[in-house]
């Protein structure tokens, strides 16, 4: 049994890993939270206080960092600044969590000789063309094109940096897109889904050719598990899940799966007919979503 502090474990993924960990091994969490607007407690609902435990706090302070990584085995490193569209308004918090944040947490696990896994995201590697057959491969050169990649890409750089100068015992997974419970209404599948069930027509960049690989985030939670298990120390992993799909045909897919016609995001201007089934938890993502289409509506998207 292990323990392991968990950053950024009340957003998305990292709360979707420390459900994980309760329900697939016997370690005890804490999760380190900032609790920004992509933070929050609900998500941590329900998990036994004897196993987990919440400390907000922000991984740029190394007042709060020091400590909790001195009492713990491993860090599992989530939390960052997330949203690409975000990060084209204001970057400055992008530096200051994913760049000046993660060499906080860095430099503790140094001084304490803890067990470190840094998540980052396969964005690091830019895009492809639509065309292109070739796949990212762990020796891909990076290419990030926005603020939000870019710091995840410095963020990748420095625990490399910090792998072969001080020897610190780190690894790093590049993860494709995912979905699952708990994701903001800010991102692509939850806001399609909620679009629907407000009565909006969901909205397509693009024309909706943009190419993703979907992976669900428990599946990304045992790859996670898997690399701190039996990783090799200073090692990258891709991890995926052969999930490629365009934006037109997730929206074709969430609206069949709504019982909804497949063309209703081109076709129905208005709200759609047919009687819909609310999804589960609007409590949970309802208080965020006006804001969310608000910010939306000034940036014209
Ligand atoms: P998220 O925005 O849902 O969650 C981020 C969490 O970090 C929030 O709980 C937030 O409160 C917390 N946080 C932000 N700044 C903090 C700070 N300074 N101190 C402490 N906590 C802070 O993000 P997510 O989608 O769950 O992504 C988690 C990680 O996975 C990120 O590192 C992201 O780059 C990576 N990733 C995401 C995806 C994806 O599809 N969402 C894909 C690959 C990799």
Not at 33 to 59: E, F, H, Q, W
Not at 78 to 98: C, G, I, M, Y
Not at 161 to 166: L, T, Y
Not at 264 to 286: M, T
Request: overall charge negative; some cysteine.
């Amino acid at each position: 049994m292990g323990k392991l502090l968990v950053t950024g474990g009340a957003g998305f993924i990292g709360s979707n890993f420390v459900h994980h960990v309760v329900r697939h091994t016997d370690h005890t969490v804490t999760v380190l939270d900032k609790l920004t607007y992509a933070g929050n407690r609900a998500s941590l609902a329900g998990l036994p206080p004897a196993r987990v435990r919440l400390v907000v706090g922000d991984i740029a302070d190394a007042a709060v960092v020091d400590p909790l990584t001195a009492e713990t085995d491993a860090v599992v490193h989530f939390a960052a600044e997330s949203h690409n569209d975000n990060s084209l308004h204001d970057p400055r918090p992008f530096v200051d969590t994913n760049l000046v944040g993660t060499y906080t947490l860095l430099e503790a696990a140094r001084r304490h000789d803890v067990r470190f896994h840094h998540i980052s995201t396969d964005e690091v590697y830019g895009d492809l063309a639509l065309d292109d057959p070739t796949r990212f491969t762990e020796s891909t050169p990076y290419n990030p094109s926005s603020p939000y990649s870019s710091t995840k890409a410095g963020s990748d750089l420095l625990v490399r940096a910090w792998v072969r100068s001080f020897g610190l015992r780190a690894t790093i997974s590049n993860c494709s897109n995912n979905y699952g419970p708990f994701q903001h209404v800010e991102k692509f599948i939850p806001r399609q889904i909620t679009n629907v069930l407000r009565g909006l027509r969901p909205k397509l960049y693009g024309a909706g050719v943009n190419v993703r690989d979907w992976i669900h985030a428990d599946d990304h939670s045992s790859a996670v598990l898997r690399i701190l298990d039996r990783g090799e120390i200073g090692e990258t992993y891709l991890i995926g899940a052969d999930g490629e799909r365009d934006n037109r045909s997730v929206v074709e897919l969430i609206l069949e799966l709504m019982g909804l016609p497949v063309d209703a995001y081109d076709l129905v201007p208005d709200r759609p007919g047919h009687d819909l089934r609310y999804r589960e938890n609007e409590a949970w993502w309802g208080p965020e979503k006006d804001g969310v289409e608000a910010f939306y509506a000034r940036t014209g998207r």
